[in-house]
């Protein structure tokens, strides 16, 4: 294991990519990363399992103009998000969304197990978005665009799989609120709990030098 003075020098080191050999271990899963995620991801499930049942509960209430019900999106967004902002290591987004839908899917998801295949593009469009940071800026415009990119890869499986027949005006709408939904619920609200953990000083096993400030 590497030694706390190798951890900091590789966090701070301003030379490369951010994924140079001296940097490795800082990506490297704790059993506290995996535990923690899994958590996330287990209680983001069982969230998503009552999101479910109240997103078909409701859809009558937007009986006139289907695509508003598309504010209620985000929720089931948040764990991928939240999972990378707390773990900040490659693959947590990834993980903590896919598991979260898993265990959707296990208690039983009106929609079957094509709730995986959602989990899978939810988690990989925010986990692109802070690869793209190079895991090393959690800042909240970061967070927002993570969320608005999850919202993105949902909104369009909905469009191909459920809304294929709607037309191009109420396509449009539909994916531009999703994606608002999820740019706040996701990324600004998740960024907003995660900040407040941290300061709490609930995250200590998680803090290092990355950008987490506005």
Known sequence: MASNIDILSAATNPQGTGFNKKSTSRYRWRTIDIVVASVIAV?????????DQLWSTTSAAFAGF??????????WLAPGVIGGLIIKKPLAAFYTE????????????????????????????????FALFFYRAFR?????????AAGLAASSLDLYYYYSAWQGNWKATYVIIVMTSSAVIAGLLGW?????????????SFSR??????
């Open 98 to 129: 896919l598991l979260a839908s898993i265990v959707e899917a296990l208690l039983g998801s009106q929609w079957g197990l094509s709730v995986v295949l959602y989990g899978l593009a939810q988690g990989l469009a925010p986990e692109i978005i």
């Open 192 to 204: 907003l709990l995660v900040k407040g953990l941290e300061r709490a000083g609930a995250l200590g």
């Open 43 to 51: 209680a983001g499930g069982a969230v998503f399992w009552g999101w």
């Open 66 to 75: 289907p695509p508003a019900q598309a504010v209620m999106y985000g929720v």
């Open 140 to 148: 909240l415009p970061v967070a927002v665009i993570a969320g608005a």
């Open 209 to 214: 030098r990355v950008k987490t400030s506005i």
